[in-house]
């Protein structure tokens, strides 16, 4: 599910030795209130705390706290009929069907999902789509449904045409939306309907785009993990070796949280956890230290996990070591 949202956060679970832990949330205190509501059906709780939110990419978190709950897609359809002209009930609707969807379908590569998973798959996304639409009618300036859309889009394979809408949708309307890029560097990559080429230069543009101190420097490091993910064992080394690698991710961190107006706040975690295994992985061992003394043993499950998809703690550490900390 990883590849679905934000290279999400839980606060609080331990992995391996006292001083690191790993975490699936930000931090922040409203998810989990949020998505204690949730588990209760209590919608009256659940609005309050996404209503204190300004539509945004702040609401993303939040949402998909609601959306991965289980049985929310039971108690929000009575509130959809009690409800009809309301666009927040059809939102937290349509981001659940999301989610639920990835449920039937699982995270198993496509030749060992069912005929029968994947019908129930798309129906769900279809029916998410329905409500996104048609929240995005409702209120034109929420950037909430366009970014579900993308990710329903790429499970329906809508292909890059219609992708690339959805993504420039919900820029418009939050032009430094992490999530919105994030789905659309995975919308570029090789291994959906891109290449290797156009994954880094977007990932590029925007990161160096955007105003310094952002999050979306987040984005070169990313990229080049994914290039390495999709080579043989010992291209993969070549390739993140190589110095050109190395300058670019020197230049991104110099964009992202190494700029003056770089700001800890939500997501600040995952960025210098993702630069960590960047830096770590092309050999640049001061860079990898930086990130290391700044993550201070809280350790991010993605991208972490694709070195030990069991225990991402386990890989943080052992890189961590190897740069010196």
């Known amino acids: 599910m990883a590849l679905l949202r934000d290279w999400g956060l839980t606060l609080g679970k331990w992995a391996g030795r006292p001083g690191v832990k790993v975490q699936r949330d930000s931090g922040d205190p409203d998810v989990q209130r949020v998505r204690d509501a949730a588990e209760a059906g209590d919608w ?18 939040l949402l998909w706290a609601v959306g991965d709950t289980a049985g929310v897609e039971r108690w929000i359809a009575p509130v959809l009929e009690a409800e009809p002209d309301a666009p927040l009930p059809l939102l937290v609707a349509g981001i659940r069907h999301i ?35 048609e929240v995005a009618e409702r209120e034109p300036g929420w950037s909430s449904p366009w970014y579900g859309l993308q990710i329903t889009g790429r499970g329906l394979e809508v292909g890059p045409a219609t992708a690339r809408r959805r993504f420039e949708a919900t820029v418009r309307r939050a032009p430094h939306h992490l999530g919105a890029h994030q789905q659309q560097l995975q919308q570029v990559c090789a291994k959906w309907s891109g290449s290797h ?6 990932a590029r543009t ?14 070169v490091p990313y990229a080049h993990i994914e290039h390495w993910l999709a080579l043989d064992s010992g291209a993969d080394a070549a390739y993140i070796r190589r ?21 800890r706040g939500r997501g600040w975690l ?30 991010t499950e993605s991208p972490w996990y694709y070195l030990d998809g069991d225990d991402p703690a386990a890989a943080y550490r052992k890189m961590r070591s190897v740069a010196g900390r």
């Open 243 to 263: 110095p050109e690698v190395a300058a670019s991710l020197r230049e991104a961190a110099d964009h992202s949280y190494r700029h003056p107006d770089f700001q």
């Open 206 to 219: 925007a990161a160096l785009g955007a105003p310094g101190g952002t999050l979306l420097g987040q984005l």
């Open 99 to 133: 989610s639920w969807g990835w449920e039937a379908r699982t995270d198993a590569l496509a030749k060992h999902v069912s005929r029968e998973q994947f019908d129930v798959f798309h129906a769900r996304l279809r029916t998410a789509e329905q409500w996104l639409y």
């Open 270 to 299: 995952q960025l210098v956890n993702t630069f960590a295994m960047a830096f770590s992985l092309a050999g640049e061992r001061n860079g990898a230290r930086e990130c290391f003394e700044a993550a201070d043993g809280r350790v």
């Open 44 to 61: 009256a709780a659940v609005r309050a705390v996404l209503e204190a939110r300004p539509e945004s990419e702040d609401r993303t978190e």
């Open 197 to 202: 080429d156009e994954m880094h230069a977007f």
